[in-house]
């Protein structure tokens, strides 16, 4: 069983978001305690500034409320009064609306390219520490690839309407031409810096401040502009004329009293502060002092929302593209509930013809030699395949169409007629069935069961 958790812009405002937001570290601390407690066998967290979504994979048998207590509790911090912002979801919903998220097709801009590669951001990290497997890695393929699908054969990204591009055009609304002034970016955020690029391709000059001059060097290394330490910002807010603030601080970075010292300054020039940190780096009642625009992160996607009529067409053939992810999910989980029928059919077979080779290794045939022994267990192993072809092909193909009801009626009647019940797959053993083992005449260990699955279903694709 999947289930989700999560809280984004859609549930929560930014007041609440900034309390339950989790940095790279918390994000995998997260899935491990889950995983490490019991409480999932996998788990991976997507962690931006617009959402914290927790997936899991539930132990088999596991009470499902169980583990959403869990996940509420780790996601909230054990804060009662922010649950009701948290949505779930389970198995099929669970991939739709990952598969929306990876598509953009729930971000505050629709179209925008980040986020996917912020879902694979997060599953990297849980892979590397050893909390994701073989369940949560066929959801993410699922995922990925119908994203992929989505971003190549739709235009939902075409002409897309970025926060950045908004950013620039409340800049210029405010300065007109940006040549000759002065832009101050704040941390080393990724959009912050493709706000603090846009800026300076307009023509403005550009200052980088954050707590490591080696990391802020980095960025003046790819951005241009001058390096500083955050300690320097009294003296870089006389000067500046746009703030870009993007940092991961847990606490304002500019206060209302700093932002308040700096307008005095300045002698009626405009600031315009755009915090797309979340936590918010900008004290928010700073918005309030003459001459400081203060615009955050939900700000300029209300302003982007305005412009995407022209994508909901895209949009609709984008869900479309969804519906088959899910569609295609569904197929492979009923097909899997096949299995357990085949392998118990083919055990069943095998081990009644090995009781009567062994009987007849025994008596008339005791004098074969290893040789005629071993041709007799290949032709037998060869009939096996070819008389449980059929019903095989039939489950999976049933499997595939994801007729789950007739699925389960084929195979308890084939349990019943094949007295099934006991080999694996089944609750309990005839006593007098032995184990399988090649039909050879030997007494050698048995072949996997997937790979004689495999063996049957092989003429089927």
């Not at 617009?50 to 207590?69: K, L, Y």
């Not at 031409?177 to 846009?198: F, I, W």
């Not at 040789?371 to 092909?393: C, E, F, K, S, W």
């Amino acid at each position: 069983m999947i289930q989700l958790f999560g809280v984004s812009h859609k549930s929560a405002p930014i007041e609440v978001r900034e309390r339950i937001a989790k940095g790279e570290e918390r994000a995998a601390e997260l899935a491990a305690g889950l995983v490490s407690g019991g409480y999932a066998s996998e788990a991976f967290v997507v962690s931006t500034c617009n959402r914290v979504e927790v997936i899991v994979a539930a132990p088999p048998g596991n009470d499902p409320q169980r583990t959403a207590a869990a996940c509420l509790d780790a996601l909230c911090a054990g804060d009662r009064a922010l649950d009701r912002y948290v949505y779930a979801h389970r198995d099929q919903a669970a991939l739709r609306h990952l598969t929306r998220v990876a598509a953009s097709l729930d971000s505050m801009v629709v179209g925008e390219p980040q986020i996917l590669g912020q879902i694979k951001q997060g599953f990297d990290w849980a892979r590397t520490r050893g909390t994701v497997g073989a369940e949560l890695h066929q959801v993410f393929s699922r995922v990925v690839r119908g994203a992929r699908r989505i971003r190549t054969e739709t235009g939902i990204g075409a002409g897309q309407v970025s926060v950045p591009a908004i950013a620039i055009q409340l800049a210029s609304q405010v300065f007109g031409d940006l040549s000759g002034h002065v832009v101050l970016l704040v941390g080393s955020g990724e959009m912050g810096q493709a706000v603090a690029r846009l800026l300076r391709d307009g023509g403005a000059k550009l200052l980088v401040a954050g707590r490591s001059l080696e990391r802020v060097s980095e960025v003046t290394g790819t951005l241009g502009g001058t390096p500083h330490l955050l300690s320097d910002l009294p003296a870089l807010l006389k000067v500046a004329d746009v703030i870009v603030s993007s940092t991961s601080a847990q606490d304002y970075v500019l206060s209302r009293e700093l932002l308040d010292r700096a307008r005095r300054q300045r002698r009626g020039r405009h600031l315009l502060a755009i915090d797309l940190a979340v936590p918010r780096d900008i004290e928010p009642s700073a918005g309030e002092l003459d001459g400081v625009f203060l615009y955050n992160i939900d700000d300029l996607a209300s302003v982007a929302a305005q412009s995407q009529a022209s994508r909901r067409v895209e949009a609709e053939r984008a869900e479309k593209l969804v519906d088959e992810v899910v569609s295609g999910w569904e197929r492979a989980q009923t097909s899997r509930q096949a299995t357990p029928t085949i392998k118990a059919l083919r055990a069943r077979i095998g081990a009644v013809l090995q009781t009567e080779l062994d009987k007849s290794l025994r008596g008339r045939l005791r004098g074969l030699d290893e040789g005629q022994r071993a041709a007799l267990g290949a032709m037998l192993d060869a009939a096996t395949n070819r008389l449980l072809h059929p019903p095989t092909a039939r489950l999976r193909e049933l499997g595939g169409e994801g007729d789950s009801e007739t699925l389960e009626q084929y195979a308890t009647i084939l349990s019943e007629l094949f007295e099934l019940t006991g080999t694996e797959g089944g609750s309990s053993s005839p006593s007098h069935a032995p184990a399988p083992r090649p039909l050879d005449g030997r007494s050698s260990p048995a072949p996997a069961d997937e790979a004689a699955c495999a063996e049957v279903g092989t003429s089927q694709g």
